[in-house]
């Protein structure tokens, strides 16, 4: 390739003839200029104008023996804020016996008042609901499990007892974050109640209160309604249980009398 205004040969890089000085080639796309450009015919640069490269700043920061050292270059558009937060990004300790130094080349950036801190442990303080309180009294948890821990559930039957439990405790499992629970949990839950049979199994699969996808069980809108109403019977203590863990007829009746054969 040979320079347009002396005819020497060019070099592959750069930008300006060695022969000659005459800019050759743009120095904003590096595309080829014509003989005596004034312009870029492709970006529009003016030939012989030098590079806008931003204005770049300096900030160190240093501390005593066996101390840390921070250096780093940035613009002036960013400059401003990182002198406002420069003890936050360094460290959870900065004393302000130690110096810091900002050198800007267009002038000098504040440097922020930090004072010396100590290491702090943030903890967010969760506060249960009256709601999960209650459950939390039915239900006892140990890691992954959990069993019944209150058995009265102001029941009419053994079926009932059964839907009762399974509602609070996909309500309680809601609550606690879990939409769809393993539906062999629940089933160990209703065995261990000892109310787990075919009735409670169909109604399980045949009612609008739970969703049940393969292997997955989920508590509806409805049936979240179901369980508050439940957990408000649970707490009235003027209702009775009619049925319990552990019986075959409704409390309180009365067992059929023996005839005495003749």
């Not at 990004?89 to 302000?96: M, R, W």
């Not at 029941?155 to 007892?161: H, T």
């Not at 949990?185 to 045949?206: C, K, P, Q, Y």
Request: glycine letters at 6%; charged letters at 30%.
């Amino acid at each position: 390739m040979e320079c347009l205004n002396c005819n020497n040969t060019l070099p592959d890089k750069g930008f300006f003839c060695p022969s000659c000085s005459k800019q050759f080639k743009c120095k904003n796309c590096s595309e080829l200029l014509l003989k005596d450009a004034k312009a870029c015919i492709y970006c529009g640069e003016e030939v012989g104008n030098k590079s806008t490269a931003p204005n770049m700043n300096t900030i160190e920061f240093s501390e005593t023996k066996n101390s840390r050292n921070f250096k780093a270059n940035f613009t002036d558009t960013v400059g401003q804020s990182i002198s406002d937060s420069f003890g936050i990004i360094l460290s959870n300790k900065i004393s302000t016996k130690k110096p810091a130094v900002l050198i800007s080349n267009g002038g000098v950036f504040n440097k922020p008042e930090v004072t010396e801190t100590e290491d702090a442990e943030v903890v967010e303080d969760s506060v249960d609901t009256p709601e999960v309180t209650q459950l939390k009294k039915i239900f006892k948890t140990d890691g992954d499990k959990t069993t019944l821990s209150e058995t009265r559930l102001k029941a009419s039957s053994k079926r009932d007892y059964g839907i009762r439990l399974s509602i609070i405790f996909l309500y309680y499992k809601s609550l606690l974050g879990i939409e769809n629970v393993p539906r062999k949990e629940l089933t160990a839950i209703l065995e261990n109640a000892s109310v787990e049979d075919g009735n409670l199994r169909f109604w399980l699969t045949n009612n609008p209160l739970i969703g049940i996808n393969a292997d997955m069980v989920e508590l509806k809108a409805p049936g979240k309604d179901a369980a508050k109403k439940y957990l408000a019977e649970i707490s009235n203590t003027e209702l009775k249980d009619k049925w319990q863990i552990g019986t075959h007829s409704k409390v309180g009746r009365k067992p059929k009398e023996k005839k005495d054969k003749k």
